[in-house]
């Protein structure tokens, strides 16, 4: 167990000195204070637009960082070819690969802590309420970022950083609107079209169970028995693509 923090803290501070996590934090730091400049010019839909555009700058560059970061996993420490010590160490490769998801989601998770509790300090600044959904909103992205770190961790297990975020994007944009595309695939008149979309919509992680972000800027009350099916289901995708991932990691050779 020592040795499995000690790797995954160390994944921490490695992320933690990366120059595109700071300058992501930085970014979204000034997403967020921007929304001051366009509650300026909106009317009537004050604390509406506030949660829009928080939240949103909150989602997109966590997204972004956590496939960043989980598309280099492995390649990073090959071209550094510090993955050759770690293999040859009393270390599972399984409990490395792990340790270095649990170091990249932990750089994540204090990011997102960092952006909450500006965007609260937003809320409560301009006198708009905290409400059920806003925590529901956060806590839920907490998962799909799990899940798209997940995509990431097992695309670094046997290919390149580059084909890893693009694949990892691709998994975002689709997963996103995979609902959309089960609802159209149940509309299609043609079987095989009907096929083809009910099997990208289970094989595909569905985002939009993780997606409060409609219910926080309506103000809709939102319970947590609410929120457990996707709590469970972004845990359970997690852990297949993490069992996927050590699988394949398992049988690459590095020489």
Known sequence: MGPFIALALNGFREARRN????????????????TSLVLEVTVGTFDRVL?????????????????????????????????????????????????????????????QLAMAALFCGLLAFYGAPLTSAHLAAMGMLWFELWVLSGVGFL?????????????????????SLSSDIYKLATRSQSDALEGLGKAVYYVLPDLSRFNYRPQA????????????????????YTCVLVALA????NRRDFR
């Open 19 to 34: 120059r595109v996590t700071l300058l992501v934090g930085l970014f979204a730091l000034a997403m967020l204070l921007s």
């Open 51 to 111: 949660t829009d555009v928080g939240l949103g700058a909150m989602s997109l560059m966590l997204v972004l960082l956590s496939i960043f970061l989980s598309s280099g996993l492995i390649s990073r420490e090959i071209e550094r070819r510090t993955i050759f010590l770690m293999v040859s160490k009393p270390l599972s490769r399984g409990a490395f690969l792990v340790g270095r998801l649990f170091g990249n989601m932990l750089t994540v998770t204090v990011l």
């Open 155 to 175: 695309m670094s297990s046997f290919s390149s950083q580059m084909v890893s975020a693009f694949v990892s994007v691709s998994v975002y944009v689709a997963g």
């Open 217 to 236: 800027a309506y103000a809709t009350p939102v319970s947590f028995s609410e929120l457990l099916p996707g709590m469970g289901y972004g845990v359970a």
């Open 246 to 249: 050590i699988l394949l990691f």
